[in-house]
């Protein structure tokens, strides 16, 4: 692995998915996938943080009249219905075991539907850095992960998806994903692998 040209791209590492109290927490049937996500995520930041890797997260941080979901259909009409990831709630908040890394964590705004590099600068930041690769974690497998892995594909990356650092609505859909549909265009790794690569290139 080339970590100069790597990037950890960490999609929804926010309250309102990750906190106890999180209003779309629930959306995850099976017990304990969210901590377990969150838990393997750390892991592997804790480990990439130390070599020259870019670490991205794309938070979606929505105006207080959900303007940018107008003609919003099943969860991005429940985030609208719920007041999940309004701009300035609790819920839209990074959550603390991200904050931890401090700078650095970039921060790219703007992502108001599924795929990170609508409506943002990722690609802009990304191709400034020499990006090649992307490695993908966050919510949800099925959606903001899917979108953004299948718009970095059609970039021109090399695309990675951690599959123990993303959570699908059920154990069927994770392993549908994981199994038949990011295969079409990406590697699927889990973060131990991830970090062995890392650690077979740079010494950390």
């Not at 393997?40 to 130390?50: R, W």
């Not at 941080?61 to 303007?67: G, K, M």
């Not at 695309?159 to 699908?168: E, H, K, L, P, R």
Request: proline share 2%; net charge negative; aromatic share 8%.
């Amino acid at each position: 692995m080339d970590t100069k040209q790597t990037a950890i791209i960490l999609v929804g590492y926010q309250n309102d998915y990750f906190a106890a109290d999180g209003i779309l927490r629930g959306v995850i049937e099976e017990a304990n996938r969210v901590d377990l996500t969150l838990s393997n995520t750390v892991d592997l930041l804790t480990f990439a943080a130390k070599s020259d890797m870019t670490i991205v997260s794309t938070p979606i941080i929505l105006t207080s009249d959900y303007r940018g979901l107008a003609e919003s259909v099943g969860i991005l009409g429940a985030i609208k219905e719920s007041g999940a990831f309004k701009a300035g709630s609790p819920g839209a908040e990074t959550i603390p075991e991200i904050q931890a890394f401090g700078n650095r964590i970039l921060y790219v705004n703007g992502k108001q539907g599924f795929n990170g590099f609508s409506n943002t600068e990722l690609d802009r930041v990304l191709a400034e850095r020499g990006i090649k690769r992307l490695l993908l974690a966050g919510m949800i497998t099925s959606l903001c992960i899917d979108s953004t892995g299948r718009a970095a594909y059609e970039r021109g990356y090399r695309v990675t998806i951690v599959s123990d650092c993303v959570s699908a609505r059920t154990p069927a859909e994770q392993e549908f994903y994981c199994q038949n549909i990011f295969p079409l265009y990406a590697d699927v790794m889990d973060s131990h692998q991830i970090v062995s690569e890392i650690a077979s290139t740079v010494t950390v």
